[in-house]
Nanobody, 120 residues
């Protein structure tokens, strides 16, 4: 059974930094992308950062230059380094794994989310 465990959220002041971690356990047939989403109160969930299997990355315009997604040395670990945090970054952050099953059907796995609160 696949489990996605995201962590590292907390309360931080404007301009501060946090590092989110995501550890995936269990067997995934084929990972396509490893992603971080966020959902602020009253808003839709949005994609923040994405990393392909080949290492290519994409970022939402609102976090470019401030956030960095990376893979850890351990298999199936991904991080989100968040610098120069702003109040607008306050949200629950979710780790997402986009993958394929043995019949190449798309399968999404989600963490339970970790809350990031940026205070002025």
């Amino acid at each position: 059974q696949v489990q996605v465990m995201d962590s590292g959220g907390g309360l931080v002041q404007v301009g501060g930094s946090l590092r989110l971690s995501c550890v995936v356990s269990g067997t995934i047939f084929s990972i396509n992308t490893m992603n971080w989403y966020r959902q602020a109160p009253g808003k839709q969930r949005e994609l923040v950062a994405s990393m392909s299997g080949g290492g290519g990355t994409n970022y939402a315009d609102t976090v470019k230059g401030r956030f960095t997604i990376s893979r850890g040395d351990a298999v199936n670990t991904v991080y989100l380094q968040m610098n120069r945090l702003e109040p607008e970054d306050t949200a629950v952050y979710y780790c997402n794994i986009g993958s394929f099953g043995s019949s190449w059907q798309p399968i999404n796995y989600w963490g339970k989310g970790t809350l990031v609160t940026v205070s002025v």
